[in-house]
């Protein structure tokens, strides 16, 4: 039952990837690169801010968590949005390489949580509930969250990166 | 020069670490993070100097500067490994002779603003705009770290000997 499971998602995989923007994605160099390209610049800017706020919640470094701060979680959601697309992209490109892999739901979990935790920090510092601005507002209760947003980050690069050496099926269409 | 790299990496053991099945993946993952920590700590102090986040004191974002430089070693010594490794895939390589090329503008860029503005933008204000070259180092700047991301990206797809290289 379940090897016949697995033949049918196998199945819809092989049917996606040979759809025309599947192939265009996949073997247009230019569409490829700049799909990588762009995720990889976007994943830069929102680790990269989000590995500032973990530093910053663990007192490393002058705080970031105040309303002066939002238009760069703007940019932040932005780059969101760049890393959701272009992420799209290269699944569409590859989706059993991907689909099929554990390790890219890894990624895909941490990712999530990582942004949920900068979303519930952003909608704090929004309503004014935390602003480290002001003197003695630093509470120790921060640390525990600045610790699992580096987790999650960690994990998030280390699962991107590990889903090139990993994957167990290229592409499904060479299965039928 | 590719021999005396290749030697290094062997006494090292640098050689043995990256053709392990977990090496290469676990070095790139330690060299993006380096790299994520570049952009969150000077990227966000370049955007801020092109005018982003008006009000934000430049002399608090200047003091994520050590974890910017914490990132770029990170990246050194991983790109080092790198380079050892499978040293004619990267000296003969464009893309990775471009990011170079990207990585001296950038270091050139760090030079001139602490010798020419670094001290005069950490005194501006929180509310005012830093002056036209320090906007100008900026966005050198910005635009060398994402040149040297493209170029990473890059090196796989201008690996040796199907393309041109400078020197050879």
Same mark, same amino acid.
């Given at each position: 039952?379940?090897?016949?499971?697995?033949?049918?998602?196998?199945?819809?995989?092989?049917?996606? *990837? *040979?759809?025309?923007?599947?192939?265009?994605?996949? *073997?247009?160099?230019?569409?490829?690169?700049?799909?990588?390209?762009?995720?990889?610049?976007?994943?830069?800017?929102?680790?990269?801010?989000?590995?500032?706020?973990?530093?910053?919640?663990?007192?490393?470094?002058?705080?970031?968590?105040n309303?002066?701060?939002?238009?760069?979680?703007?940019?932040?959601?932005?780059?969101?949005?760049?890393?959701?697309?272009?992420?799209?992209?290269l699944l569409v490109?590859?989706?059993?390489?991907?689909?099929?892999?554990?390790?890219?739901?890894?990624?895909?979990?941490a990712?999530?949580?990582?942004?949920?935790?900068?979303?519930?920090?952003?909608?704090?510092?929004?309503?004014?509930?935390?602003?480290?601005?002001?003197?003695?507002?630093?509470?120790?209760s921060?640390?525990?969250?600045?610790?699992?947003?580096?987790?999650?980050?960690?994990?998030?690069?280390?699962?991107?990166?590990?889903?090139?050496?990993?994957?167990?099926?290229?592409?499904?269409?060479?299965?039928? | 020069?590719?021999?005396?790299?290749?030697? $290094?990496?062997?006494?090292?053991?640098?050689?043995?670490?990256?053709?392990?099945?977990? %090496?290469?993946?676990?070095?790139?993952?330690?060299?993006? $993070?380096?790299?994520?920590?570049?952009?969150?700590?000077?990227g966000?102090?370049?955007?801020?100097?092109? +005018?982003?986040g008006?009000?934000?004191?430049y002399?608090?974002?200047?003091?994520?500067?050590?974890? +910017?430089?914490? %990132?770029?070693v990170?990246?050194?010594?991983? +790109?080092?490994?790198?380079?050892?490794?499978?040293?004619?895939?990267?000296?003969?390589?464009?893309?990775?002779?471009?990011?170079?090329?990207?990585?001296?503008?950038? %270091?050139?860029?760090?030079?001139?603003?602490?010798?020419?503005?670094?001290?005069?933008?950490?005194?501006? %204000?929180? #509310?005012l705009?830093?002056?036209?070259?320090?906007?100008?180092?900026?966005?050198?700047?910005?635009?060398?770290?994402?040149?040297?991301?493209?170029?990473g990206?890059?090196i796989? #797809? #201008?690996?040796?000997? #199907?393309?041109?290289?400078?020197?050879?």
């Open positions: 039952m379940a090897a016949i499971s697995g033949a049918s998602i196998l199945h819809l995989f092989a049917n996606l *990837e *040979e759809t025309s923007l599947s192939i265009l994605l996949r *073997e247009s160099g230019v569409a490829f690169f700049s799909s990588l390209t762009l995720h990889s610049l976007a994943m830069a800017f929102v680790v990269g801010v989000n590995l500032a706020l973990a530093f910053s919640l663990l007192g490393l470094t002058p705080s970031l968590l309303k002066r701060f939002q238009p760069f979680f703007i940019l932040h959601w932005w780059a969101v949005l760049l890393i959701f697309f272009s992420g799209l992209a490109a590859y989706p059993a390489k991907a689909l099929t892999n554990p390790v890219f739901y890894l990624k895909f979990t990712l999530t949580i990582g942004l949920l935790i900068t979303w519930r920090l952003q909608c704090l510092v929004r309503d004014q509930k935390i602003d480290h601005s002001r003197p003695g507002n630093r509470i120790h921060n640390i525990p969250i600045a610790f699992a947003m580096l987790c999650c980050w960690m994990l998030t690069i280390g699962a991107g990166r590990f889903l090139a050496y990993t994957h167990s099926v290229l592409l499904a269409s060479r299965y039928f | 020069m590719e021999q005396a790299l290749l030697a $290094f990496s062997h006494e090292t053991g640098i050689f043995d670490f990256m053709h392990s099945p977990w %090496g290469w993946p676990v070095v790139e993952s330690l060299h993006f $993070f380096g790299l994520s920590l570049l952009i969150g700590t000077v966000v102090f370049d955007l801020r100097m092109i +005018g982003l008006h009000g934000i004191a002399r608090h974002l200047h003091r994520l500067a050590p974890i +910017g430089v914490f %990132g770029y990170i990246n050194l010594l991983t +790109g080092t490994m790198f380079l050892t490794s499978a040293p004619n895939q990267y000296l003969y390589n464009p893309a990775f002779q471009t990011k170079l090329g990207f990585m001296l503008l950038a %270091g050139c860029n760090v030079i001139w603003f602490y010798s020419a503005c670094s001290t005069q933008v950490r005194n501006t %204000g929180d #509310y705009p830093v002056s036209g070259r320090a906007k100008l180092i900026a966005a050198i700047s910005l635009i060398s770290w994402c040149a040297i991301i493209i170029c990206r890059l796989t #797809y #201008y690996r040796p000997p #199907y393309h041109w290289c400078i020197w050879c």
